[in-house]
């Protein structure tokens, strides 16, 4: 069985200070690892994903993030938040074989002017 | 639109109603999913089909839900005799036949709230 742990249910950074949203993950397999975003009222957009190959990940809207393998971690960064980054964000794992995403509880990140 | 597709985006109705839930997945994507979400948490799966057959199913699916993809396009999910803990965001999603790298492309959901 698979999970994800998303160590911060809420985070709080001011417009242009760097963000770090932290994942860990549990599988006996291999796995293929993302991030969602999830704005008010509506329904979960791709930020980026891990498949194979480089451990750093980029995504759109100016976050990046990093495999690491030994940690079980896939930790989101950005280095200058937005206003417009105000969000719940939802890290999410799919084994090589199954079918279907299982997600962390999520974080909602609060950009405050 | 080419996005995935649900409706009714809210319905409120009594403890005990039935209701259902339609959900159009994005065109030639031959898998579809179904997830809940509750206030506060990740969404949490709950079926899931390719094409018409329905190849996997949550323990949270109780015998009141059931979910149906009878042409292998749309799918329904309906919920009988619902009760106050089945408010929620239902959310659907889709994925491409060639896809193998689990990537679901997701509607805006479906909010239920149980009087």
């Known amino acids: 069985a698979q999970s994800v742990t998303q160590l911060d249910s809420q985070v709080p950074v001011f417009e242009e200070a760097p963000v770090e949203l932290r994942c860990n993950y549990s599988?006996?397999?291999?796995?293929?690892l993302f991030w969602y975003v999830q704005y008010p009222n509506q329904g979960l957009q791709l930020l980026l994903k891990y498949l194979s190959g480089s451990t750093l990940v980029k995504g759109i809207n100016g976050f990046e993030a990093e495999f690491n393998k030994s940690q079980t971690s896939f930790h989101l960064r950005k280095p200058s938040v937005h206003i417009s980054d105000t969000a719940e964000y939802f890290c999410a794992v799919s084994d090589t074989g199954r079918r279907a995403l299982t997600f962390g509880s999520g974080t909602r990140l609060q950009v405050q002017p | 639109d080419t996005g995935v597709s649900q409706n009714p985006r809210h319905k409120i109705t009594k403890r005990g109603q039935n209701v259902t839930f339609r959900c159009d997945p994005i065109s030639e994507h031959n898998r579809l999913y179904w997830y809940r979400q509750t206030l506060g948490q990740g969404p949490e799966f709950l079926t899931y089909?390719?094409?018409?057959?329905?190849?996997?199913k949550s323990r949270l699916l109780s015998d009141r839900f059931s979910a149906e993809r009878p042409k292998g396009s749309f799918s329904t999910l309906e919920i009988q005799r619902t009760e106050q803990g089945d408010s929620a965001m239902y959310l659907c999603?889709?994925?491409?036949?060639?896809?193998?790298?689990?990537?679901?492309?997701f509607g805006e959901g479906s909010r239920l709230t149980v009087l």
């Open positions: 599988s006996s397999v291999s796995v293929y």
């Open positions: 999603a889709s994925r491409a036949r060639d896809s193998n790298t689990g990537e679901l492309f």
């Open positions: 089909f390719q094409n018409e057959a329905q190849l996997e």
